[in-house]
Protein backbone atom coordinates (compact mmCIF):
# COMPACT_ATOMS: atom_id res chain seq x y z
CA UNK A 1 0.00 0.00 0.00
CA UNK A 2 1.12 3.41 -1.11
CA UNK A 3 1.81 5.42 2.27
CA UNK A 4 0.50 8.51 0.44
CA UNK A 5 -2.83 6.76 -0.15
CA UNK A 6 -3.22 5.98 3.61
CA UNK A 7 -1.33 8.81 5.37
CA UNK A 8 0.20 6.01 7.52
CA UNK A 9 3.76 6.94 8.52
CA UNK A 10 5.94 4.23 8.91
CA UNK A 11 9.80 4.11 9.68
CA UNK A 12 12.12 6.27 7.69
CA UNK A 13 15.44 4.21 7.41
CA UNK A 14 18.45 5.39 9.54
CA UNK A 15 20.02 8.18 7.55
CA UNK A 16 24.08 8.41 6.65
CA UNK A 17 23.56 6.07 3.18
CA UNK A 18 24.71 7.70 1.08
CA UNK A 19 23.95 7.11 -3.31
CA UNK A 20 26.40 7.73 -6.22
CA UNK A 21 27.83 5.74 -9.15
CA UNK A 22 27.23 2.24 -9.08
CA UNK A 23 24.93 2.61 -5.62
CA UNK A 24 21.73 0.15 -5.42
CA UNK A 25 20.19 1.73 -2.43
CA UNK A 26 16.35 2.73 -2.74
CA UNK A 27 15.41 5.85 -1.59
CA UNK A 28 11.68 5.66 -2.94
CA UNK A 29 10.53 3.98 0.56
CA UNK A 30 12.18 6.98 2.40
CA UNK A 31 10.53 9.57 0.28
CA UNK A 32 6.81 7.93 0.58
CA UNK A 33 7.63 7.91 4.32
CA UNK A 34 8.64 11.52 4.25
CA UNK A 35 6.03 12.53 2.04
CA UNK A 36 3.37 11.00 4.43
CA UNK A 37 4.96 12.71 7.80
CA UNK A 38 4.69 15.85 6.00
CA UNK A 39 1.27 15.34 5.48
CA UNK A 40 0.33 14.51 8.88
CA UNK A 41 1.82 18.14 9.44
CA UNK A 42 -0.06 19.98 6.95
CA UNK A 43 -3.63 18.40 8.40
CA UNK A 44 -2.23 19.50 11.96
CA UNK A 45 -1.87 22.69 10.98
CA UNK A 46 1.50 23.28 11.36
CA UNK A 47 2.21 23.99 7.75
CA UNK A 48 1.17 26.40 5.65
CA UNK A 49 0.41 25.54 1.81
CA UNK A 50 3.45 27.37 0.72
CA UNK A 51 5.70 25.55 3.49
CA UNK A 52 4.18 22.43 2.88
CA UNK A 53 5.41 22.71 -0.98
CA UNK A 54 8.73 24.07 -0.26
CA UNK A 55 9.21 20.85 1.88
CA UNK A 56 8.05 18.19 -0.67
CA UNK A 57 10.67 19.57 -3.29
CA UNK A 58 13.12 18.99 -1.03
CA UNK A 59 12.11 15.30 -0.47
CA UNK A 60 12.13 14.64 -3.92
CA UNK A 61 15.10 16.65 -4.97
CA UNK A 62 17.00 14.94 -2.40
CA UNK A 63 20.04 13.19 -3.38
CA UNK A 64 20.43 11.60 0.03
CA UNK A 65 18.65 9.91 2.80
CA UNK A 66 19.71 12.86 5.15
CA UNK A 67 18.48 15.37 2.30
CA UNK A 68 15.49 13.64 2.38
CA UNK A 69 15.87 13.76 6.31
CA UNK A 70 16.01 17.56 6.33
CA UNK A 71 12.81 18.10 4.59
CA UNK A 72 11.10 17.32 8.42
CA UNK A 73 13.41 19.59 10.29
CA UNK A 74 12.44 21.84 12.77
CA UNK A 75 8.60 19.79 12.94
CA UNK A 76 7.06 19.71 16.12
CA UNK A 77 6.20 16.32 17.27
CA UNK A 78 2.42 15.11 15.80
CA UNK A 79 -0.29 15.68 18.22
CA UNK A 80 -0.98 11.84 17.64
CA UNK A 81 1.18 9.08 17.65
CA UNK A 82 2.76 8.02 14.12
CA UNK A 83 2.95 4.51 13.28
CA UNK A 84 6.35 3.37 13.94
CA UNK A 85 9.29 5.62 16.02
CA UNK A 86 11.06 8.41 14.15
CA UNK A 87 14.75 7.95 13.42
CA UNK A 88 17.48 10.36 15.26
CA UNK A 89 16.91 13.73 14.53
CA UNK A 90 13.12 13.63 13.56
CA UNK A 91 10.31 15.22 16.37
CA UNK A 92 9.63 12.51 19.03
CA UNK A 93 6.29 12.10 20.35
CA UNK A 94 5.44 12.25 23.90
CA UNK A 95 5.92 8.65 25.81
CA UNK A 96 2.50 8.67 26.97
CA UNK A 97 1.08 8.98 22.96
CA UNK A 98 2.79 5.03 21.50
CA UNK A 99 0.39 2.68 20.95
CA UNK A 100 1.52 -0.78 20.33
CA UNK A 101 0.18 -3.79 18.13
CA UNK A 102 -3.45 -3.41 16.65
CA UNK A 103 -4.36 -0.30 18.70
CA UNK A 104 -2.18 2.03 16.42
CA UNK A 105 -4.53 4.34 14.80
CA UNK A 106 -4.18 4.70 11.26
CA UNK A 107 -4.96 6.99 7.82
CA UNK A 108 -4.41 10.78 7.80
CA UNK A 109 -5.51 12.78 10.79
CA UNK A 110 -8.19 15.17 10.34
CA UNK A 111 -9.12 18.17 12.71
CA UNK A 112 -12.38 17.89 12.80
CA UNK A 113 -13.24 20.50 14.93
CA UNK A 114 -15.80 23.40 14.34
CA UNK A 115 -13.25 25.81 13.96
CA UNK A 116 -11.48 23.91 11.21
CA UNK A 117 -14.97 22.82 9.51
CA UNK A 118 -16.89 25.93 9.39
CA UNK A 119 -17.14 27.72 6.10
CA UNK A 120 -15.64 31.21 6.18
CA UNK A 121 -17.83 34.01 4.70
CA UNK A 122 -16.34 37.08 2.36
CA UNK A 123 -18.12 40.50 1.60
CA UNK A 124 -16.77 42.82 -0.79
CA UNK A 125 -19.81 45.48 -1.89
CA UNK A 126 -19.04 48.79 -3.11
CA UNK A 127 -15.74 48.09 -1.57
CA UNK A 128 -12.37 45.73 -1.20
CA UNK A 129 -12.23 42.47 1.02
CA UNK A 130 -8.99 40.93 1.38
CA UNK A 131 -8.14 37.14 3.24
CA UNK A 132 -3.90 37.14 3.82
CA UNK A 133 -1.12 36.40 5.86
CA UNK A 134 -1.71 33.99 8.49
CA UNK A 135 -5.08 31.96 8.64
CA UNK A 136 -7.21 29.25 9.32
CA UNK A 137 -8.82 27.63 6.48
CA UNK A 138 -11.88 25.36 6.68
CA UNK A 139 -13.26 23.55 4.42
CA UNK A 140 -14.91 26.21 2.14
CA UNK A 141 -15.12 29.99 1.57
CA UNK A 142 -17.78 31.50 0.13
CA UNK A 143 -17.52 34.64 -1.67
CA UNK A 144 -19.92 37.70 -2.41
CA UNK A 145 -17.98 40.80 -4.59
CA UNK A 146 -20.84 42.89 -5.98
CA UNK A 147 -19.13 46.40 -7.40
CA UNK A 148 -16.18 46.00 -5.34
CA UNK A 149 -12.86 43.54 -5.29
CA UNK A 150 -11.76 40.25 -3.20
CA UNK A 151 -8.58 38.69 -2.89
CA UNK A 152 -8.14 35.16 -1.44
CA UNK A 153 -4.04 34.50 -0.48
CA UNK A 154 -3.74 31.08 0.65
CA UNK A 155 0.00 30.83 0.40
CA UNK A 156 0.10 31.41 4.27
CA UNK A 157 -2.92 29.72 4.92
CA UNK A 158 -3.26 26.36 6.93
CA UNK A 159 -5.37 24.07 5.41
CA UNK A 160 -6.84 21.37 7.18
CA UNK A 161 -8.80 19.12 5.14
CA UNK A 162 -7.93 17.28 2.04
CA UNK A 163 -10.08 19.87 0.04
CA UNK A 164 -11.11 23.35 0.02
CA UNK A 165 -13.88 24.50 -2.22
CA UNK A 166 -14.06 28.44 -3.02
CA UNK A 167 -17.87 29.34 -3.96
CA UNK A 168 -19.52 32.51 -4.75
CA UNK A 169 -20.71 35.54 -6.73
CA UNK A 170 -18.84 37.94 -8.83
CA UNK A 171 -21.20 40.70 -9.87
CA UNK A 172 -19.51 43.75 -11.66
CA UNK A 173 -16.40 43.27 -9.15
CA UNK A 174 -13.21 40.93 -9.68
CA UNK A 175 -12.08 37.93 -7.48
CA UNK A 176 -8.44 37.56 -7.48
CA UNK A 177 -7.26 33.86 -5.63
CA UNK A 178 -3.36 33.69 -5.06
CA UNK A 179 -1.84 29.48 -4.66
CA UNK A 180 1.82 28.62 -4.29
CA UNK A 181 3.66 26.72 -6.72
CA UNK A 182 2.73 23.14 -6.72
CA UNK A 183 -0.71 23.35 -5.72
CA UNK A 184 -3.41 20.97 -7.05
CA UNK A 185 -6.20 23.80 -8.60
CA UNK A 186 -9.60 22.67 -10.44
CA UNK A 187 -12.03 25.53 -12.01
CA UNK A 188 -14.96 25.49 -12.90
CA UNK A 189 -18.44 27.73 -12.85
CA UNK A 190 -20.58 29.66 -14.97
CA UNK A 191 -19.20 33.12 -16.56
CA UNK A 192 -22.12 34.96 -18.50
CA UNK A 193 -20.52 38.49 -19.87
CA UNK A 194 -16.82 38.51 -17.81
CA UNK A 195 -13.92 36.92 -17.74
CA UNK A 196 -11.96 33.49 -15.67
CA UNK A 197 -7.74 33.22 -15.82
CA UNK A 198 -6.05 30.26 -14.73
CA UNK A 199 -2.26 30.88 -14.30
CA UNK A 200 -1.92 27.39 -14.50
CA UNK A 201 1.37 25.73 -13.06
CA UNK A 202 3.70 24.32 -15.92
CA UNK A 203 4.30 21.10 -13.68
CA UNK A 204 2.23 18.56 -11.82
CA UNK A 205 0.76 19.51 -8.34
CA UNK A 206 3.05 18.57 -5.96
CA UNK A 207 2.11 14.97 -3.98
CA UNK A 208 -0.21 15.37 -1.29
CA UNK A 209 -1.18 18.88 -1.96
CA UNK A 210 -4.96 19.82 -0.94
CA UNK A 211 -7.37 20.29 -3.81
CA UNK A 212 -8.10 23.52 -4.02
CA UNK A 213 -11.76 23.77 -6.01
CA UNK A 214 -12.63 27.14 -7.20
CA UNK A 215 -16.66 26.84 -8.56
CA UNK A 216 -17.79 30.61 -8.69
CA UNK A 217 -20.68 32.51 -10.58
CA UNK A 218 -19.13 35.18 -12.56
CA UNK A 219 -21.06 38.25 -13.93
CA UNK A 220 -19.91 40.97 -15.62
CA UNK A 221 -17.15 40.84 -13.80
CA UNK A 222 -13.61 38.53 -13.64
CA UNK A 223 -11.94 35.80 -11.85
CA UNK A 224 -8.38 35.14 -11.77
CA UNK A 225 -6.22 32.29 -10.48
CA UNK A 226 -2.71 33.41 -9.82
CA UNK A 227 0.49 31.26 -9.03
CA UNK A 228 2.91 33.26 -7.08
CA UNK A 229 5.41 32.01 -4.38
CA UNK A 230 6.38 34.63 -1.35
CA UNK A 231 9.80 34.87 -3.04
CA UNK A 232 8.05 36.66 -6.23
CA UNK A 233 6.36 39.26 -3.60
CA UNK A 234 9.55 40.39 -2.42
CA UNK A 235 11.28 40.95 -6.16
CA UNK A 236 8.35 42.83 -6.98
Known sequence: MNPMDSGAYQQMPEPGRST????TVDLQPRRDEALAYL???IHDGDLT???YGVRVERVLVGATAQEILSAVDGLPALSDPVMMPLPAGAPQPSAQAHWQGADRPTGVKVDQSWDAARSRNMFSIFGEAKLRGKWRAG????????????TIDLRDATLTADELVITGLVMFGS???IVPPGSDVEVEGLVLFGSRSHDADDDEPLPGMPVIRIATTVAFGDISVKVRSSTDDKRR
Open 139 to 150: RSVSVLALFGGA
Open 175 to 177: LQI
Open 39 to 41: RRH
Open 20 to 23: GPGS
Open 49 to 51: LEE
